[in-house]
């Protein structure tokens, strides 16, 4: 649980001076606090370890059900981490340029103990981080442990988080990192600044789309009026100093100041073989060229298509890509699962979410729209967003428990029980 001491951050609690109608306690206040101190007092432990079972059992299943086949973007992102294992240097990929985080962390634990078991181990890692992080949230927000319990087990049973814990995708680790980024952004520890702007290097260096945490970690920064400047300096301080050796270091590597061209690639319509025959850098200037032209010759057109790749990124299950490349996977397991998990997580945030904390909002806005803005829509990041949506949603579902016990008859009273004077 070393994860969760990290993100606790120690925050008083202040007691209003006693005597006078601003220092006086009602009934009402005094439980609320008590209630407060009992859920902090309650073992959060069961958030982390039970959910993490059912999600260790859900993918032992998986794994002796369906036999592994290379999906999404594994043979690449393999082939650079093991190149990079192999020789240290960061290679070119055989169809795209990629920020190279991932591909070191990945080679770095395929030099340890092999590749299969490197992903399986990396990718429950990042699960267990993520549950051992909303453990921390709950604790220091004081939030019902049951309710949080309740939205890790959902979780935990995402086909998405499931299945994606087998392949090579980045976007469970990026989905980490942005509940990080919310947890520190919205805490009061003295060194958050310095976490956060580590938190954000990493993201981005890891997916580009995800220097989007930028957002709420000004946010979070900003609002601390006396350190301001302070905070600004040093998590600008520290993104520099995970960005900046990265990007010399793929510069003089792999011989090019451009270190991603995957968002090149989606905003504009050339297919992958004619995007693999141009070669870099010709293909990003001949895709950012289509993209333009396409804006340029019918803006409220390409508005419209974007409107509809919008809602059909929210509306398709992302799991369902992984049946291009294994159809083993039951589809209407896969598609009911995804929806049910997604959208209860999502109205459960929109019932969570209070004004200071509104910036856990700020990512999976960022990245709905980054995805739909493109003529090529990508659906893995979709799962991405759960991750600092599940911070509000153990406070969504206590709200959603008090609407429907207030939608309930009040118990009618006989005669001869009437309270008396």
């Known amino acids: 649980m070393a994860i969760v001491r990290l993100f606790v951050c120690a925050q008083g609690v202040t007691r209003p001076a006693a005597g006078g109608q601003d220092g006086f306690y009602t009934a009402r206040a005094v439980a609320a606090s008590q209630t407060s101190t009992q859920r902090a007092a309650a073992p959060v432990g069961v958030i982390v370890w039970l959910p993490f079972a059912l999600y260790a059992a859900a993918l032992a299943a998986a794994i002796a059900c369906v036999p592994y086949r290379p999906a999404l973007d594994d043979p690449e992102v393999a082939h650079l981490a093991r190149s990079f294992a192999a020789t240290g240097r960061l290679a070119p990929g055989e169809l795209f340029l990629r920020v190279p985080f991932w591909q070191m962390l990945l080679g770095g634990v395929f030099s340890l103990v092999g590749e299969r078991a490197g992903v399986l181990l990396?990718?429950?890692?990042?699960?267990?981080?993520?549950?051992?992080?909303?453990a921390a949230w709950v604790r220091r927000e004081r939030l019902s442990v049951p309710a949080a319990l309740a939205v890790a087990l959902l979780f935990a049973a995402s086909p998405q988080i499931v299945l994606y814990a087998r392949h090579l995708a980045n976007e469970l680790f990026v989905g980490w990192l942005a509940m990080a980024v919310v947890v520190l952004a919205t805490g009061r520890a003295r060194a958050r600044a310095v976490w956060l702007g580590l938190a954000v290097g990493v993201a981005a260096m890891t997916k580009l789309a995800a220097a989007l945490l930028v957002l709420p970690a000004l946010a979070g920064l900003w609002r601390e009026r006396a350190a301001r400047r302070r905070n600004l300096a040093l998590a600008g301080g520290a993104l520099a100093a995970v960005v900046a050796p990265l990007v010399v270091l793929a510069r003089v590597?792999?011989?090019?100041?451009?270190?991603?061209?995957?968002?090149?690639?989606?905003?504009?319509?050339?297919d992958a073989p004619t995007w693999s025959a141009l070669g870099?850098?010709?293909?990003?200037?001949?895709?950012l060229e289509s993209f333009a032209r396409a804006l340029a010759d019918a803006p409220l057109a390409y508005l419209a298509a974007a409107l509809g790749r919008a809602a059909q990124w929210l509306l398709r299950p992302g799991s369902l890509d992984l049946r291009a490349w294994i159809p083993q996977y039951p589809p209407l397991a896969l598609e009911v699962g995804d929806v049910v998990v997604f959208f209860s997580i999502v109205t459960l945030a929109v019932l969570g979410t209070r004004r200071d904390r509104a910036l856990a909002w700020i990512f999976p806005v960022g990245i709905w729209l980054a995805c739909s803005l493109p003529q090529k829509t990508p659906y893995s990041p979709r799962v991405a967003v759960l991750f600092p949506?599940?911070?509000?949603?153990?406070?969504g579902w206590t709200e959603l428990r008090s609407l429907f016990a207030a939608l309930r008859p009040a118990p009618v009273r006989t005669p001869g029980h009437e309270a008396g004077p």
């Open 122 to 134: 990396v990718q429950s890692a990042v699960v267990l981080a993520s549950l051992a992080t909303l």
């Open 253 to 270: 590597q792999r011989g090019s100041w451009v270190l991603d061209d995957t968002s090149a690639f989606n905003l504009g319509a050339l």
């Open 280 to 287: 870099a850098p010709a293909r990003s200037d001949a895709a």
């Open 389 to 395: 949506l599940l911070l509000l949603a153990p406070a």
